[in-house]
């Protein structure tokens, strides 16, 4: 065992061009939705990521952490460290294969895990069925359902092995 843990790793061999920035930016604006006055808001992209562990500076030169590169990176990166790296959410509400699909092979997005979070997390909830209120200008789910799907998705998300032999697979069958 080593002082970091697998995530914490530095890919010398990447540079920083491999995270999507149209996902840092989303996910700032996240941010900036539930913690308005948070401290990380008033960084530059480069000291944010360091902050919280997505890319480190060695020599000068940015390189994304494996955890920066999972949750930002663009899919063609994923896939040059982690082989096996693939999401797929499946619906499904007739009897066919399905109804709509996000997969991070698919080329039409960035294919990281924070994109597919978002995305997924939000089809579960037009699927499911919810109610809302909001909080200011964040939306306060209420559905139980929805929060135990989203924390589904949140576990196997963070627990998955990406340097095993296969992905994430999420499937809603809606019938």
């Not at 843990?5 to 840092?24: G, R, Y």
């Not at 480069?46 to 562990?53: C, K, Q, S, V």
């Not at 709509?100 to 909830?125: H, K, T």
């Not at 037009?126 to 964040?138: D, K, P, Q, S, T």
């Amino acid at each position: 065992s080593g002082d970091l843990t697998a995530d914490e790793i530095v890919l010398k061999e990447l540079p920083l061009e491999c995270l999507d920035m149209n996902s840092v930016a989303a996910y700032r604006n996240y941010l900036a939705s539930v913690r308005p006055g948070h401290r990380l808001l008033k960084t530059e992209n480069e000291e944010f990521l360091e902050i919280i562990n997505a890319a480190e500076n060695i020599g000068g030169v940015w390189h994304p952490t494996a955890a920066g590169l999972l949750m930002f990176g663009k899919e063609h990166c994923i896939a040059k460290e982690f082989s096996s790296y693939r999401l797929d959410y499946r619906e499904t509400f007739e009897n066919k294969k399905w109804d709509y699909r996000i997969c991070s092979w698919s080329a039409d997005w960035s294919g990281n895990v924070f994109d597919f979070f978002m995305e997924v997390s939000n089809r579960m909830v037009l699927a499911i069925g919810n109610r809302f209120e909001l909080n200011g200008m964040v939306r306060v789910d209420i559905s139980e359902a929805t929060e135990c799907a989203r924390e589904a998705l949140v576990n196997a998300l963070v627990n998955a092995d990406y340097y095993g032999k296969q992905g994430v697979e999420v499937i809603f069958d809606g019938k």
